[in-house]
């Protein structure tokens, strides 16, 4: 199973949990117990929670709503009235607990908090007007990402997952194009 954390923010991270939506959707998070390794891989949410299906399937609607959101501020087009009702009223949960210590913060709650962190993460997020969401550059990959980059400047969702394919995919072609003999 593969979790990537580099959309800058857990609720554009949740959204990107469904890799390339507009062609064959992958859902890396097939079942409750994927959802509890998701949780605890994520650096701003608890160590430890567990879903059953009712916790499952609310975070999977609150990850629908918050990708859809998103979308909307990307394509500068007013926000979906469910949408909102589905992630503000997961913001009224209660929250994950949190302490200090000398590892960094620690943050413990169940998944209803875990959920609620995120939901209140994305409303700070896509009610900030200056904050610069964008869509990978690699077309089919379909990941949203808050770019903090300098100018704006950053174009992929990772370098590693899409940038380095582009640029790879770039070469082969200019490379296949050199070497197609001139015609006669
Ligand atoms: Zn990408």
Redesign the pocket.
């Given at each position: 199973m593969y979790f990537a954390f580099?959309s800058g923010n857990p609720a554009l991270d949740l959204a990107a949990t469904v890799?390339t939506r507009r062609s064959e959707p992958i859902d890396v998070l097939a079942t409750p117990a994927d959802l509890e390794r998701w949780v605890a891989r994520c650096d701003e949410l608890p160590d430890h929670v567990t879903a059953d299906s009712g916790t499952f399937q609310s975070a999977l609607s609150l990850r629908e709503a918050l990708y859809h959101l998103a979308l909307d501020r990307v394509l500068g087009r007013p926000f979906g009235r469910e949408d909102l009702r589905i992630v503000n009223a997961a913001a009224t949960g209660p929250l994950p607990a949190v302490e200090l210590g000398n590892a960094g913060l620690r943050m413990s709650g169940d998944l209803v908090a875990a959920l609620s962190h995120i939901a209140r993460s994305g409303i700070a997020l896509l009610a900030d007007p200056h904050a610069r969401i964008k869509e990978?550059?690699?077309a089919e990959?379909?990941?949203l990402?808050l770019d903090r980059s300098r100018g704006a400047r950053r174009t992929?969702?990772?370098m590693d997952?899409?940038?380095n394919r582009v640029k790879a995919a770039a070469y082969r072609t200019r490379r296949r194009t050199a070497e197609r003999p001139a015609c006669s």
């Open positions: 580099v890799g990978c550059g690699r990959c379909t990941r990402y992929w969702c990772g997952e899409c940038g």
